[in-house]
């Protein structure tokens, strides 16, 4: 019985797949697009925690011990963690997607009502590059060459699933550009800033509630409402990883309604698809 035993965790050993970490959901979509299952993919960030403030389980610094390479994406909580994952773990690869596409223009927008008063702006630190589809064809190159490096045996295997998702984002980008290309209202108001990259991509600009990750005071909820009556805004969007209250403090004034819309939904590109509906639906009220 016993050498049954070890027989079949030697078994398990020989056919134990290697592992791929990734900080959020969607990179796992990514990923997986690209190696399907030859690879274990483990995410630090579990469904409806925030990417900003979540505290990584000692259990998940156990399984990291088994993955070859992490895929960073500029999250606020890798400040704390990715050096930890380093020890955890020292033949571990972390490799810094953001830092490829650092050249495809920040968004820069005003929070409402200040440019006018202060004759000042700030550019918005965003670092959501997964809500853009056209960054994340470059996301996806960045994804199959590291992979190729760790299983090169398979590279023709990667190279092909990676034209074929390339290809399902080329048609996904021109599906919403065509969506988006005639609204009349080109501002949305959002709770959390995260949607920076994905107005940008197609012409877009968000209003922001949040502030530098705080509360907004009531002056500024002021101006945010003063906007949307002007521009006849009757949504507020808001993520299920913040609180709704400022949202519904500024739907109640204005006569709208507050959406809903995950940044983070592991469903990419049914996500987006989703998140381009709303925006739709909020320009024809």
Request: net charge positive; aromatic share 12%.
């Amino acid at each position: 019985m016993r050498f049954f035993l070890i027989f079949l965790l030697f078994l398990g050993s020989l056919f134990a797949k290697d592992m791929i970490a990734v900080s959020i959901l969607p990179q796992k979509f990514f990923v997986k697009k690209i190696v399907e299952d030859r690879f274990d993919i483990e995410v630090m960030v579990p469904p409806g925690s925030s990417p900003a403030t979540y505290s990584v389980k000692p259990q998940q610094l156990l399984s990291l011990k088994k993955a070859k390479i992490y895929f960073s994406t500029g999250v606020p909580f890798e400040k704390a963690w990715l050096k930890r994952f380093k020890s955890a773990n020292k033949s571990l690869k972390i490799v810094d997607i953001g830092k490829y596409i650092k050249k495809f223009p920040m968004q820069e927008h005003h929070h409402e009502g200040e440019h006018e008063h202060h004759h000042e702006h700030e550019k918005i630190l965003d670092p959501h590059i997964w809500l853009s589809p056209p960054l994340v064809i470059l996301q996806a190159r960045v994804i199959l060459e590291e992979i190729c490096k760790i299983d090169p045996k398979n590279k023709d295997f990667y190279l092909k699933n990676y034209q074929k998702f390339s290809n399902e984002l080329t048609n996904l980008d021109t599906k919403i550009f065509k969506k988006l290309f005639n609204l009349k209202k080109r501002e949305f108001i959002v709770y959390h800033p995260s949607f920076g990259y994905f107005a940008r991509s197609y012409n877009l600009k968000q209003i922001a509630i949040e502030k530098e990750g705080k509360e907004p005071t009531i002056k500024y909820l002021k101006r945010v409402i003063d906007i949307a009556k002007k521009k006849n805004i009757k949504v507020v969007f808001v993520e299920p990883q913040f609180s709704k209250k400022s949202a519904k403090f500024i739907a109640s004034k204005i006569g709208g309604e507050v959406l809903e819309i995950d940044p983070l939904n592991e469903n990419w590109d049914k996500n987006i698809l989703k998140v381009v509906e709303a925006i739709e639906r909020a320009n024809s009220n």
